[in-house]
């Protein structure tokens, strides 16, 4: 008896269902039910610690669209995003092409490089909240030191600085993992097609635009789908860095639902806000794969 | 030679060597500040000027760290909860990415993209439903409900990483197994996971960081100081009165240094996996 390609990989029968059934439950279980329940608490006047509730219809959305912070956390958000994001993609970009460049020490630099990826956002707020302290800080006392400011800036109490600072931070943590996905992606190149350009008599510049451009473009768009969503949800390095002050100036919708959830206890509406938030994410996330689908097609 | 000519332009060496040494620095700093800050002495470490070097190596941070704030009774929690997590997490994945990759291959396509969508979830969404539900069955301040909320993340990520690996295996192998009577899960069990074993060590090593690094779940699910994980327990040394920084350096250098260290071996495994993994 033969048993064939075809057996082995076209017929998913029960044994095979069997593999799969454990990921699945966790799915259900784990991620779906959550966020269904989610919808259905938004509707109520759920308590963090009192156990009655009741349905409330649209009561939560209400005042959660007509409260000018939601707004206002709304539009920091945006703009942490937009400002994170291109900080990471510029820095992650430039470390790939170099690293690609270079050949000593390449694996070194690597791996020093990518360090920032490791760290747990705890240890991530508390050494930069050292680093940049305002009466002990490193980087301030240097500043003033050299002359470069007359008084010790306070990266995280000065609200002309302290978005700034957000903003550098989460560059920092986020570029390594942008630069070894787009590294390993020019890496993928082959070297042939960069040897006929230059036969061709093509610029550095015009091979990369039709040679590189096109190889890592798929990669560069994933990424910024990905990136985009974490960096919009991300919650731990503002909430330990600044708790969204001063006055408010930091606060994002993570953080914002955040407060309402387990500030003010009010679990209901907090539902109500991540789930505008998420309906906000899956908007973008449309968009962003209908371009990729149409960059794909253009490739192709 | 001639790759040098071919890469010349964009950015010459020297230019390169620069700016990726004035990287280095940056993306290093952070983990040699805490360390050096955290070997300092009680005087030493606001001194003003500060001194880059510390005068005398001093254990005295470390010494609060273990014997007055009992902080090996938060590492030992760290360590079960993302040891069980990614115990779990690595069973389940394994099976499931095997099961995409040999039985429904065009399945591959479509998770890429539930992947992603879980990937979207702010972890604050999901904040709210676990933690009424924890609450509900009476798991909130336990170790197994936080395992449970880890595995929402753990899962998926790990799948995601792991097809990649099975995806390496040729079929053949399996396929003179087959023929010698061995079912699929003894196939996969016997023959496929050794093969995939450095893969699959790489991604657990990943789960586990993740896992040891997670805040946010920690944070709403713990509030009894023993149960508290290694984030939650530094965050609680930033509540008190008096700032004592050498005492969150000493304890921040126990808990990044090993994810630092287990993360750079593992880090050619992981990286770029990522994406290419769910571009093809």
Same mark, same amino acid.
């Given at each position: 008896m033969q048993i064939t390609n075809k057996d082995l990989r076209k017929k998913p029968d029960i044994t095979g269902f069997l593999f799969i059934l454990p990921a699945v439950l966790v799915l259900f279980l784990l991620l779906l039910y959550p966020v269904f329940t989610s919808v259905y608490y938004s509707f109520t006047s759920k308590h963090l610690v009192r156990p009655s509730y009741k349905f409330v219809g649209f009561d939560n959305y209400i005042k959660v669209l007509s409260d000018p912070n939601f707004y206002k956390a709304f539009m920091t958000n945006i703009k942490w995003t937009v400002y994170s994001l291109a900080g990471q993609l510029l820095v992650g970009f430039t470390a790939a092409m170099a690293l690609h460049r270079i050949k000593k020490f390449k694996s070194f630099l690597r791996t020093i490089l990518i360090i /920032?990826?490791?760290? /747990?956002s705890i240890v991530i707020a508390l050494s930069w909240k050292w680093i940049l302290n305002g009466v002990y800080g490193f980087v301030p006392i240097m500043l003033q030191k050299l002359g470069i400011v007359s008084e010790i800036p306070q990266f995280f109490s000065n609200p002309n600085l302290v978005f700034g600072t957000l903003v550098f931070v989460n560059i920092w943590f986020g570029s390594p993992l942008i630069m070894v996905n787009i590294l390993s992606a020019l890496q993928s190149v082959p070297e042939d097609q960069y040897e006929a350009a230059q036969i061709d008599g093509a610029s550095a510049w015009q091979s990369f635009c039709s040679i590189t451009v096109p190889h890592i473009r798929n990669v560069v768009g994933l990424l910024m789908v990905l990136r985009t969503i974490w960096i919009f949800n991300s919650f731990d390095i503002i909430f330990l860095l600044?708790?969204?002050? /001063?006055?408010?100036?930091?606060?994002t919708l993570p953080i914002y639902a955040y407060n309402i959830g387990w500030g003010i206890k009010q679990l209901g509406r907090s539902s109500a806000i991540t789930v505008l938030l998420l309906i906000f994410l899956l908007l973008v996330c449309a968009l962003y794969f209908k371009l990729l689908n149409k960059w794909e097609k253009e490739f192709n | 030679m001639k790759k040098r000519v071919l890469k010349r332009g964009w950015f010459s060496a020297t230019i390169s060597y620069t700016y990726l040494s004035i990287l280095g620095i940056l993306a290093a700093f952070p983990l040699v500040w805490i360390i050096l800050s955290a070997f300092k002495s009680k005087g030493e470490i606001t001194a003003y000027p500060t001194r880059f070097f510390p005068k005398v190596f001093s254990l005295e941070y470390f010494d609060i760290v273990l014997?007055?704030?009992?902080?090996t009774g938060n590492i030992v929690n760290s360590i079960v909860i993302a040891g069980a997590t990614t115990l779990i997490a690595l069973t389940i994945s394994a099976l499931a990415a095997y099961g995409i990759v040999r039985f429904f291959p065009r399945f591959g396509k479509a998770l890429t993209r539930v992947l992603i969508t879980t990937y979207m979830f702010p972890p604050i969404l999901l904040a709210v439903p676990y933690s009424i539900l924890m609450g509900s069955l009476g798991l909130v301040n336990t170790r197994i409900g936080l395992i449970i909320m880890y595995l929402s993340f753990s899962v998926p990520y790990a799948i995601w990483l792991l097809v990649g690996f099975f995806k390496t295996v040729p079929i053949g192998i399996e396929e003179a197994a087959r023929v010698d009577g061995a079912n699929k899960f003894v196939v996969f069990y016997k023959i496929v996971l050794p093969i995939v074993a450095p893969g699959i060590v790489a991604v657990a090593i990943y789960t586990f960081i993740n896992a040891w690094n997670e805040f946010l779940y920690a944070l709403i699910m713990t509030n009894s100081r023993e149960l508290m994980t290694v984030s939650v327990a530094l965050k609680s040394?930033?509540?008190?009165?008096?700032?004592d920084w050498g005492t969150m350096m000493a304890a921040s250098t126990m808990v990044v240094l090993p994810s630092v260290i287990f993360f750079m071996l593992i880090q050619k495994k992981i990286a770029g996996g990522l994406a290419a993994g769910s571009v093809k």
């Open positions: /920032p990826w490791a760290f /747990p600044t708790g969204g002050g /001063p006055a408010n100036i930091t606060t | 014997n007055q704030l009992k902080f040394l930033e509540g008190q009165e008096v700032l």
